[in-house]
């Protein structure tokens, strides 16, 4: 398990399931580390920055031909979209438990993605096919398409090197800006230029392709309730698609996996404009973060079908045996202040007690007591509700998110509440501007501050009545003390 955290854990589980084996890798700073204890055997990589621990792809295989290891899987983040990392750890005789290194090569360019699937009639977003540098080219372009305009780094992901432009005099420097961005996050300055969609929605269909050229979609998820352009919330199904279009999108998106001959779990990203269009985006080559919701509502495990076909056996399931089973949301739990523009809050967790229930499920990798380390991504846990529809759901997630006590650290989850709540996201008329539209800080201590009320209300209340069950009986004399006498 080529991975730390929540997600080594969730998939380490599967694997026991499976009555397989497994071996964790960890740093020195994941010692101790819940999914470290968890599995058959652990090896340590190094010290804590990841350069010289789960980066380090050649002391993990070397790990594991010592191991005799059959197969790795990287996750999600770290290697797990290294497209030269799946090449060698074939290469040393291993299964990577992903897609085959060309399908990943292609579609780890946004560019090359494009130029796989333009042939299968798939949507596009207006812009330009190919990756610029020169600023005269930026200028022609955007003339063309019509501000405003979107400029995005060919190599990147998470918002890097991501730039919307507005009008003309600005793009020059925002051009600088992102290729600045892009070649120090990525190595790689190329970025291209779409036409800008407003309002936008992020739709997402998962797929799953086995290596006899069975390919299937397990619907849509949502995830345009997003910081920084880092999703937050998720939801499947999403509360504006017909079925027609699920079935559309859904073609589109196996449509995309063929394009590239691809295996394994995959996502296909599309962008959504206030028409319910409907244009490609991307294709991510691994297990997602919000894979948890397409579980709950098809009853499907991605990591087992995961194993399964890297094994090379057949998908035992074809579309028409999938169904939609009710609705689920997710919250990405991480230690992360609201308050102050979502930075990342370290320190250690003093206090961590997780929701129960039926329809409640909690992916995570920390303790009570654990430090959050600094080296790493925040996230704490996946937190994920499910119900017979979006409204019970909603009311379960809410209902959780009051019953998870996390101290030490300032996490997301008062965020969470304050989507949850908010009419916007409950009537399903959101976008991807909801934080910009919506949020301030100040809004979650107006909440805080009217609960903190409340809650001195009930308890003064309370308080009161107790006191008037336990009042004592004055100026009776007591009949066992005058027998005594």
């Given at each position: ?287 997602q973060v919000e894979h948890p919701v397409t579980e709950m509502i098809t009853g499907i495990d991605l990591v087992e079908e995961q194993i399964r076909i890297a094994r090379g056996e057949k998908l035992s399931f074809t579309q028409d045996d999938l ?23 370290i320190g250690t967790l003093t206090r961590y007690v997780k929701p129960v229930g039926e329809g409640i499920r909690v992916d995570d990798g920390f303790e009570e007591g654990m430090p959050i380390p600094i080296y790493y991504d925040p996230m704490i ?105």
């Amino acid at each position: 398990m080529a991975n730390r955290g929540e997600i080594a854990l969730r998939i380490m589980r599967t694997i026991r399931r499976m009555g397989i084996q497994s071996v964790a890798v960890f740093s020195e700073a994941d010692r101790n580390a819940p999914h470290v204890l968890y599995a058959d055997e652990a090896v340590c990589l190094g010290a804590p920055p990841s350069a010289q621990s789960y980066l380090n792809g050649d002391k993990i295989i070397a790990f594991a031909k010592e191991l005799g290891v059959d197969g790795i899987h990287p996750g999600y983040g770290f290697l797990s979209e290294n497209a030269e990392f799946a090449q060698k750890v074939e290469d040393a005789g291993i299964r990577f438990i992903g897609p085959g290194p060309e399908a990943m090569r292609i579609m780890g360019s946004k560019l090359a993605a494009k130029e796989c699937v333009k042939h299968y009639d798939i949507p596009m977003v207006p812009g330009i096919d190919k990756a610029i540098e020169d600023i005269g080219i930026a200028h022609e372009t955007a003339k063309k398409i019509g501000f405003p305009i979107l400029i995005k780094a060919s190599a990147g992901g998470g918002g890097k090197g991501m730039r919307i432009v507005e009008k003309a005099e600005d793009l020059e420097e925002q051009m600088q800006r992102a290729v600045s961005e892009a070649r120090s996050s990525f190595g790689d300055g190329s970025v291209f230029i779409e036409k800008y969609v407003s309002s936008p929605r992020h739709v997402e269909i998962q797929v799953l392709a086995d290596m006899h050229g069975n390919v299937v979609h397990l619907f849509e998820r949502e995830c345009s309730i997003q910081r920084r352009h880092q999703k937050v919330v998720e939801e499947s199904p999403s509360a504006i698609l017909t079925p027609e279009l699920r079935k559309r999108m859904g073609e589109a998106a196996v449509l995309v996996a063929r394009s590239c001959n691809y295996t394994s779990t995959g996502t296909v990203e599309f962008l959504m404009d206030d028409k319910l269009n409907f244009y490609f985006l991307e294709m991510n080559t691994r297990l997602q973060v919000e894979h948890p919701v397409t579980e709950m509502i098809t009853g499907i495990d991605l990591v087992e079908e995961q194993i399964r076909i890297a094994r090379g056996e057949k998908l035992s399931f074809t579309q028409d045996d999938l169904r939609i089973h009710g609705h689920a949301l997710e919250l990405r739990v991480y230690a992360e202040d609201p308050l102050n523009n979502f930075l990342p809050s370290i320190g250690t967790l003093t206090r961590y007690v997780k929701p129960v229930g039926e329809g409640i499920r909690v992916d995570d990798g920390f303790e009570e007591g654990m430090p959050i380390p600094i080296y790493y991504d925040p996230m704490i846990a996946k937190l994920v509700t499910w119900g017979m529809d979006r409204t019970e759901a909603l009311q379960k997630m809410k209902a959780a998110i009051r019953d998870y006590h996390i101290e030490g650290v300032a996490t997301t989850l008062p965020f969470g509440l304050f989507v949850f709540e908010h009419e916007a996201f409950v009537s399903g008329h959101f976008d991807t501007h909801f934080v910009k539209d919506h949020y301030t800080p100040e809004k979650i201590k107006e909440k805080q501050k009217d609960n903190a009320a409340v809650a001195a209300l009930v308890a003064l209340t309370y308080l009161l009545e107790q006191q008037s069950i336990t009042t004592p009986v004055v100026n009776k004399t007591s009949s066992w003390k005058r027998r005594l006498a």
